[in-house]
């Protein structure tokens, strides 16, 4: 274990310097262009997706000079799809043989510090992975992913969720960061705009579509887990993804209750009630996020309360339409769940 699992390793790999900058502004000058979400910085189309100009700067970058080793595992969500959950399952999963689950870092440190996305922390030049935690996490979509990460045919967790409870989680997101005027970001616009694909890492639904292929031509490489699914069920989850890391848990910590301990650390009530997650930060490339940012309701039945009917509607008819011949579904909660 290294000495600290969270720490941030900087090497001496090309660094994002000023002649870079030029070249990155020149390309955004050629992409198309759309606003609305954070006004006044746009978000730009690249490869077929919606980026902000931050994270696109790393996700080019990362295309350019990431390195990916063969064990490395890279845990990719959309955003708000459930990036928070499954970097603490995957760490604490991971972690469990170095820390007791009372003293594990996932208590003082919110999980984004703990696993680092490349497109962010990339632009730091951070590289180096600690052998026995190799985790890194990325928005990017499947076809945009570095082509070092196909080569070392290293292994990718993916985290859908039901696209409903994206946006609704995303719009809220957005509100608290600084879009706090109702009136001027009401939830009909971020919908329509949503529904035509155009947010930050969209479309969501080729986003999830593009690792779900993934996952049904790659199964040893790339495992498709669903948010609502590892709610309804987190035991079955947590041995799925300790044994594609390559750590099932032994009959031992089965007895042991580890399988139990993992789900308790990482549950939203344990995470959202830590000190480190009300009253913390993170950088991010543009201002320090609060931590208690990533924590709100934690279910996906939220968006009842925010989208009509013929929202909520429209939104299940692309997911038909988009998924149908692929086999891929997001099934809803009810009431009673
Ligand atoms: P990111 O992609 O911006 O990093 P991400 O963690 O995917 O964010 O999104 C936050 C959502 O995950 C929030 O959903 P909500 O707005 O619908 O509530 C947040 O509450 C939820 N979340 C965070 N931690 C957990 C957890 N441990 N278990 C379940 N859901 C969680």
């Known amino acids: ?22 070249k990155f502004e020149d390309k955004l000058k050629t992409l198309d262009k759309g606003d609305f979400w954070t006004p006044p910085v746009n978000l730009y189309r690249y490869e077929g997706f919606w980026f902000f100009p931050d994270f696109l700067e790393g996700i080019m970058l990362a295309q350019e000079q990431f390195k990916s080793h063969p064990n490395d595992i890279i845990l990719c969500t959309a ?17 469990r043989h170095g820390y007791d689950f009372s003293s594990n870092p996932l208590l003082t440190t919110i999980s ?4 680092r996305y490349i497109e962010v922390d990339y632009i730091r030049n951070w590289t180096k992975r600690d052998p026995e935690i190799p985790l890194l996490a990325t928005h990017m979509p499947y076809t945009s992913l570095p082509k070092s990460v196909m080569d070392s045919g290293c292994k990718i ?3 859908g969720r039901d696209p409903k409870a994206v946006l ?13 005027d109702k009136v001027q970001f009401p939830i009909e616009k971020a919908h329509e705009l949503f529904c035509e694909g155009v947010s930050s890492y969209g479309p969501y639904w080729d986003h999830a579509l593009g690792y779900w292929k993934a996952s049904l ?28 890391l390559g750590t099932p848990f032994s009959g031992e910590e089965e007895a042991d209750a580890a399988v139990e301990k993992v789900i ?29 940012l990533f924590f709100r309701e934690g279910e996906s039945k939220d968006w009842v309360n925010h ?22 579904s997001f099934d809803v909660p009810t009431e009673q769940e």
């Not at 290294?2 to 994002?16: F, I, L, W």
Request: aromatic residues 8%.
């Open 79 to 95: 955003p708000k799809a459930g990036t928070t959950w499954i970097k603490a399952l995957a760490f604490a999963i991971l972690s």
């Open 217 to 244: 031509e790659r199964p040893n490489n790339v495992l498709f887990f669903k948010y609502e699914d590892m709610k309804r069920d987190p035991c079955s989850h947590v041995k799925r993804l300790a044994e594609f």
């Open 157 to 159: 967790v993916y985290v």
């Open 264 to 292: 308790k650390l990482c549950s939203f009530e344990t995470l959202s009630k830590l000190e480190v997650n009300k009253t913390g930060h993170i950088d991010s490339p543009s201002m320090p996020l609060a931590n208690n």
């Open 307 to 328: 989208l009509s009917k013929e929202m909520a509607e429209r939104i299940d008819r692309i997911s038909v339409e988009k998924f149908k011949d692929f086999g891929l």
């Open 168 to 180: 609704v989680s995303l719009w809220h997101f957005l509100l608290k960061l600084g879009r706090k």
């Open 112 to 115: 984004h510090e703990c696993v």
């Open 1 to 22: 274990m290294a000495s600290s699992a969270c720490d941030v390793h900087k090497t001496s790999e090309p660094q994002n310097g000023e002649e870079g900058k030029v």
